[in-house]
């Protein structure tokens, strides 16, 4: 029997053998709290926090952005999935949150086993590593609005926090330094540029290995996983090492995103030259002959999250980044002025 | 100065002008629990659910499909906000959750305000009936992913229900009768099959007024809103009317929604001539010479949700149904034999 709407672009037997090995994939990013089984309506996840006297959920829904096409080009789709969790774990760490649990959608042109296996595989992968579950998901075969190979990905993630732990900026005060933690490369941000001028102005392709890359090839290095924080900032918390804010260097760049959670009468400078820019964004801004201000609006520069700190607490951060294998630096200081982020 | 990025497709000025409105759009969709503002990195809400002895969070993603193409050549937007945030709300509401917080992700090629606010609109509105509040959102402009004016529509959904209410379908037994509410439409499902049929094998404009629709346009018949049956569950559940299984007919159609809730145990029989099928699959069917048993897999022919109860609850099912002006049908019972939906 033919079916029409196989026709149409939509195949149901496909989708249903797609996922025969969802459980085996997702064995291991569960958690106690979970209830009920793959194929329900909605994940459940029990509500009990008892580390926390007053918990509070924090959510956030994120997408990876066009670094997608780059793992299409490049046929590689596990990295893709880590780099969405670890993103999204990243913008409620920033919060002081741990997180819970994942949940994931996938708009495709035609499903392809391989690509919904990689994908899955590396979404579990972090969820694992993050502790969280990967509660459910959904794949959408779209003909029409994705073309066939092409794909999005979008999480969300929900953690917990105790509500008086909330890092939410407020306690930034004069004085206060400014860490800077490693990216490790890219992350999340800026590939609508990167690919535009490494590959249309500059002519790269995605196995070109200019000597600026130090033997890197131009995917490998546009692929390079985002880098998760929270087990830094967990730890830290643990210790109880005090944090006045962080944020998390994503769309917007350094402004805009250190700017969502200073207070009214603080002014952060941030020095440029304290740290170096890793090869990959010079190698960027020298080919698309692209502005430092747009450079530092677009990409995280090198420095993926930034921590406000008291300066009592500089070297125990310092050191904690360390032993999690994150290089840190020191970039900036807090003035009194109106709320300002400045770069210089 | 010149963006280069804005070259490459991504306008951060644009982002943030179209985000201006979204306080306006999002003041009634709020709840009490909601802590922090809009522009941090993850929405707070807080866990605390008086009501349950012990809450069970339930949570579900998903998108409305290509209902959004319809959207997009009849211009209008504010209504597939609707149909994702109610398709939700039916997807825990079979559980027996209630919905809490909603987060919306919107993937473009073009970004564009009038789209935008559409979309915020539709999705606000939908929360507020809901009693839910859009807690997060996020907006990826992709060019090279999406086409200029295309986009999609994702959405998170977190609800609760307290442990031993949770509907799973466990208790479904022989005897039961299987109650079917009306759908609007098509609701979220099987657009890729009628587009194809209605405007590439049949002709039809969106404009057209077949005779069939009774009045009704192609376009509009299509866009008609995804019904959230939630209201009314919750309602029964507060008249402590006894539900023993839930489905909400999405994706996968009449077989595979019901077999989700099914207990090894029960044979759940449907008998297609106990309602009227709506028009608009009538003419999709007789315009593409679709099968019975494809039309059935595809789409929810006219039953958006399907409710098994124990022969002592149909009355007051029924009676609470059309109180919410919601029409609904004995469609079918349970007979004892291994898990299988069969439509006859």
Same mark, same amino acid.
């Given at each position: ?7 149409? *672009? ?31 309506? =909605? =994940? +459940? ?7 926390? &006297? ?8 994120? !997408? ?11 046929? &590689? ?5 880590? $780099? ?22 996938? *708009?495709?042109?035609? #499903? ?12 579990? @992968? ?7 579950? +990967? ?8 003909? =029409? ?7 999005? +990905? ?7 926090? $105790?509500?008086?732990?909330?890092? $939410?900026?407020? @306690? ?17 941000? *800026? ?43 967990? /730890? +830290?918390?643990? @210790? @109880? ?26 002014? #952060?400078?941030?020095?440029?030259? /304290? ?26 520069? !090198? ?18 980044? /360390?032993?999690? *294998? ?19």
């Amino acid at each position: 029997m033919s079916s029409q709407y196989s026709k149409a *672009g939509v195949n149901l037997k496909l989708a249903r053998n797609v996922k025969a090995n969802l459980p085996a994939l997702l064995r291991r990013a569960t958690r106690p709290e979970v209830l009920g089984r793959i194929g329900a309506f =909605g =994940g +459940l996840f029990k509500a009990r926090f008892p580390a926390c &006297r007053e918990p509070v959920l924090v959510a956030s829904m994120d !997408g990876v952005g066009t670094k997608l096409r780059v793992a299409v080009e490049m046929g &590689r789709h596990d990295t893709v999935g880590q $780099d969405l969790v670890n993103h999204c774990c990243d913008d409620i760490a920033v919060m002081g949150a741990d997180p819970l649990f994942f949940l994931d959608y996938m *708009g495709t042109g035609k #499903l392809e086993k391989e690509v919904f296996d990689g994908v899955i595989q590396g979404l579990a @992968k972090a969820c694992a590593e993050a502790g969280m579950a +990967l509660l459910g998901g959904e794949t959408a075969q779209m003909p =029409g609005i994705y073309a066939a190979g092409d794909y999005d +990905l979008v999480g969300t993630i929900v953690g917990v926090v $105790d509500r008086r732990k909330i890092i $939410d900026g407020s @306690k930034i005060e004069t004085g206060d330094e400014v860490v800077g933690l490693a990216s490790t490369g890219l992350h999340t941000n *800026g590939y609508s540029l990167a690919r535009e001028i490494l590959f249309k102005q500059a002519g790269f392709k995605m196995t070109s290995r200019p000597s600026e890359l130090e033997g890197e090839s131009v995917g490998e290095a546009l692929l390079r996983v985002h880098r998760n924080y929270h087990p830094l900032l967990a /730890s +830290l918390r643990r @210790k @109880k090492v005090v944090l006045h804010g962080a944020a998390h260097i994503t769309g917007g760049g350094f402004i805009e995103n250190i700017e969502r959670v200073l207070p009214r009468n603080a002014l #952060l400078r941030i020095d440029r030259s /304290s740290w170096n820019v890793p090869p990959i964004f010079e190698l960027i801004r020298r080919k698309g002959r692209v502005s430092e201000a747009e450079m530092y609006r677009v990409f995280n520069m !090198g420095i993926g999250m930034v921590l406000v700190v008291p300066r009592a607490s500089v070297e125990r951060v310092r050191d904690e980044a /360390s032993a999690f *294998g994150i290089e840190s630096c020191l970039i900036g200081r807090v003035a009194r002025g109106r709320r300002e982020v400045m770069l210089s």
